[in-house]
């Protein structure tokens, strides 16, 4: 069953859903930190490549 959290974490719709039931109120922000952190990893990834 997969339920949306109104937050943006809709690309991993069932791991977001299984988490939403423990972490409901925070499910926005940890989902956000996680994409920012993402973002910073693959930039540094490319640095390195180049």
């Known amino acids: ?10 690309t991993d719709a069932g791991l977001i859903s299984s988490w939403d039931m423990y972490l409901c109120p925070y499910m ?4 956000d930190l996680f994409l920012h952190f993402i ?5 540094f ?6």
């Open 1 to 10: 069953m997969i339920t949306d959290d109104g937050g943006g974490g809709s």
């Open 28 to 31: 926005d922000h940890l989902s």
């Open 39 to 43: 973002f910073l990893l693959f930039s």
């Open 45 to 50: 990834l490319f640095l390195l490549a180049l």
